[in-house]
């Protein structure tokens, strides 16, 4: 695995961050924060009793009470980001996270070099696909085109009236629009749009290719739209479909390894029986759909960030 230890003196711009799973892990992992850190919070007016400006106050006895377990009004993004902050880096100093980037081995790229729930800090090219904005983008191409259609027609009636074409030329590439509608009408859309949403929902699906001249080397995942800082269209809008500017992800591998189909567990009661036998069919479509074959590797996205260095 890479030894290196990147963005230790970088900004942290995000673009994702699930503050969930962050303050579960971070109440976990870290013990205490610098000195400096805490005498400085001290000093601050009201410090007691206010999370954001205890940040991870950690002090032993006298009553005190550690707020790291105990949400509040106060909380901020920078306060989130601060801990994070601390969190990934002390992941990194503890050596508890892979770090893979453009010229990790890809002799060590095999089965055995990862594991169910395993951190890995992930720097390479970036795709973000919101399958519900493209269910819905869908299913405005039917109307779209209608109003083309009228709009095309009102044109070329225009262009006949004017002697520019002739009536058959009209008729001409007014047929090949009604094709175009043919085709998209066979298509199905409104089915296909349907069977996206109940398949993807509204998560979103983050790829995160470390080399992209080796893009079958991946990472795949699913990310929950609360968790992004910015709308999947004006993402879109700033940066593209995809990104290839080194920006950062954080994460954890789901690698539960090799399992077995689960079959029906039958207790006699036909009704719950049955119903048992649909729930794991409708399962095993909804695994089909978000399921990946090595060498792309599945992950729970924790933050995506693009490190600004200083």
Same mark, same amino acid.
Do not use: C
């Given at each position: 695995?890479?030894?290196?230890?990147?963005?230790?003196?970088?900004?942290?711009?995000?673009?994702?961050?699930?503050?969930?799973?962050?303050?579960?892990?971070?109440?976990?992992?870290?013990?205490? /924060?610098?000195?400096?850190?805490?005498?400085?919070?001290?000093?601050?007016?009201?410090?007691?009793?206010?999370?954001?400006?205890?940040?991870?106050?950690?002090?032993?006895?006298?009553?005190?009470?550690?707020?790291?377990?105990?949400?509040?009004?106060?909380?901020?993004?920078?306060?989130?980001?601060?801990?994070?902050?601390?969190?990934?880096?002390?992941? /990194?100093?503890?050596?508890?996270?892979?770090?893979?980037?453009?010229?990790?081995?890809?002799?060590?790229?095999?089965?055995?070099?990862?594991?169910?729930?395993?951190?890995?800090?992930?720097?390479?090219?970036?795709?973000?696909?919101?399958?519900?904005?493209?269910?819905?983008?869908?299913?405005?191409?039917?109307?779209?085109?209608?109003?083309?259609?009228?709009?095309?027609?009102?044109?070329?009636?225009?262009?006949?009236?004017?002697?520019?074409?002739?009536?058959?030329?009209?008729?001409?590439?007014?047929?090949?629009?009604?094709?175009?509608?043919?085709?998209?009408?066979?298509?199905? /859309?409104?089915?296909?749009?349907?069977?996206?949403?109940?398949?993807?929902?509204?998560?979103?699906?983050?790829?995160?290719?470390?080399?992209?001249?080796? @893009?079958?080397?991946?990472?795949?995942?699913?990310?929950?739209?609360?968790?992004?800082?910015?709308?999947?269209?004006?993402?879109?809008?700033?940066?593209?479909?995809?990104?290839?500017?080194?920006?950062?992800?954080?994460?954890?591998?789901?690698?539960?390894?090799?399992?077995?189909?689960?079959?029906?567990?039958?207790?006699?009661?036909?009704?719950?029986?049955?119903?048992?036998?649909?729930?794991?069919?409708?399962?095993?479509?909804?695994?089909?759909?978000?399921?990946?074959?090595? @060498?792309?590797?599945?992950?729970?996205?924790?933050?995506?960030?693009?490190?600004?260095?200083?």
């Amino acid at each position: 695995m890479s030894t290196m230890i990147p963005f230790k003196r970088a900004l942290r711009d995000f673009v994702y961050l699930d503050w969930e799973k962050v303050r579960s892990l971070a109440a976990q992992l870290l013990e205490g /924060i610098p000195e400096d850190e805490k005498r400085e919070h001290r000093q601050e007016s009201g410090v007691k009793g206010r999370l954001e400006a205890s940040a991870l106050n950690l002090l032993k006895g006298g009553g005190e009470i550690d707020y790291r377990y105990f949400r509040s009004n106060n909380e901020t993004r920078s306060f989130h980001h601060h801990v994070y902050s601390l969190f990934e880096d002390d992941l /990194i100093e503890k050596s508890i996270v892979t770090v893979i980037e453009k010229d990790f081995d890809a002799e060590r790229w095999i089965p055995e070099s990862f594991y169910d729930g395993q951190f890995i800090l992930v720097t390479g090219l970036l795709r973000i696909m919101d399958y519900g904005w493209v269910a819905s983008s869908m299913e405005s191409i039917p109307r779209m085109q209608r109003l083309s259609h009228n709009a095309e027609q009102h044109s070329l009636q225009e262009q006949v009236n004017k002697g520019v074409i002739s009536r058959q030329e009209m008729e001409a590439k007014l047929h090949k629009q009604r094709k175009t509608q043919g085709e998209i009408k066979a298509l199905k /859309i409104d089915e296909l749009t349907e069977l996206a949403r109940r398949l993807y929902g509204d998560s979103i699906r983050i790829k995160v290719v470390p080399d992209k001249d080796e @893009p079958w080397r991946m990472f795949v995942g699913t990310g929950q739209p609360a968790n992004f800082y910015d709308s999947a269209t004006s993402l879109g809008q700033k940066y593209g479909v995809e990104v290839d500017a080194d920006w950062v992800v954080l994460g954890q591998v789901n690698f539960p390894g090799n399992s077995r189909t689960p079959a029906p567990l039958p207790i006699g009661n036909q009704l719950e029986d049955a119903f048992e036998g649909m729930f794991l069919f409708a399962n095993s479509l909804v695994r089909m759909a978000g399921a990946v074959e090595f @060498p792309v590797v599945s992950f729970t996205p924790i933050s995506i960030y693009r490190a600004v260095n200083y």
